[in-house]
């Protein structure tokens, strides 16, 4: 009787020190990287204030790899039309998609300060541009560097190359400042300014505020954009493919991304 007790005993210690030891189990650990994709189209595609599609609509998408380290490489791309809308003869420049390719590495200075740095390769696959008297290549290079101050971020970008099939524009500079607020059940709201100085040739301001619900991964946006580029310039940005369209006014862009 004494020996079966003690092995009922013993039992029970176990069946309680294995529940304790599951209890207080060391979490998940990290992973290496992450793999992550997105798909989405808008009614619109503004960079740096400028209309890319002819104040079109356009889908896009992206991959993006990050490694636990802090360096990251990524793809995304576009639907574009401004390349075949500089010329007066739109039938013999080409370069319908931009596929932008970049990497880097992203660190923490303090629990509320960290960096991020890196190059991007804007790509305009099959583009001719540079065939064409007044224009250089499209295709383009850009070193960037950025600070984030808990939801505010500050990033500069200069490019190595000319930039966007301006002749003799290596060098050219983007500063800008965005930040990105939660507003509680998947809303953001995200303020932005930036200031484009172009090589020997210009320099603008554009500015954007963009309202997002996120739907568990499927992103819904408008997005106000609009620079000084009339007001400054003196005249509208138009190109002759899209007749007297002001490519850089004031515009509501809709968007739809789905992450996964």
């Known amino acids: 009787m004494k020996l079966k007790a003690t092995q009922t005993m013993l039992l029970s210690l176990l069946a309680v020190s294995g ?3 599951a209890q207080t189990a060391a979490p998940a650990a990290e992973p290496d990287y992450t793999l992550s994709y997105n798909i989405g ?9 400028i209309s890319q599609t002819g104040k079109k609509p356009a889908l896009q998408g992206g991959i993006d790899f990050a490694h636990k380290s802090g360096f990251y490489l990524g793809t995304w ?5 401004w390349i075949k809308d500089s010329t007066a003869n739109p039938n013999t420049t ?3 998609i931009e596929i932008d390719l970049y990497g880097g590495y992203k660190g923490s200075i303090t629990d509320s300060v960290s960096f991020d740095v890196g190059g991007l390769q804007y790509w305009y696959a099959g583009n001719n541009l540079g065939n064409t ?3 250089a290549n ?9 600070l984030s101050f808990g939801p505010v971020t500050a990033k500069y970008s200069q490019s190595t190359t000319n ?8 060098g050219s500079g983007y500063f800008d400042l965005s930040a990105t607020f939660d507003l509680g059940n998947g809303f953001s709201i995200v303020p932005h300014i930036g200031s484009q100085t172009i090589k020997n040739a210009t320099s603008y301001t554009d500015y954007s505020l963009a309202l997002n619900k996120d739907f568990d991964g499927l992103v819904v946006s408008a997005t106000l954009v609009g620079t000084n580029w009339s007001s400054k310039q003196g005249f509208d940005y138009t190109l002759p493919g899209t007749g007297t369209k002001n490519l850089a006014g004031s515009t509501l862009v809709l968007g739809l991304k789905k992450n996964f």
Do not use: D, M, Q
Request: glycine share 16%.
């Open 19 to 21: 529940a304790a030891f």
């Open 41 to 49: 189209a808008v009614t619109e595609y503004r960079y740096r204030g």
């Open 77 to 81: 791309g576009s639907t574009i039309s």
């Open 94 to 96: 080409k370069g319908p």
């Open 133 to 135: 008297a007044g224009f």
């Open 138 to 146: 499209a295709n383009t290079f850009e070193l960037y560097g950025a």
């Open 163 to 170: 930039l966007f099939g301006t002749p003799n524009s290596k």
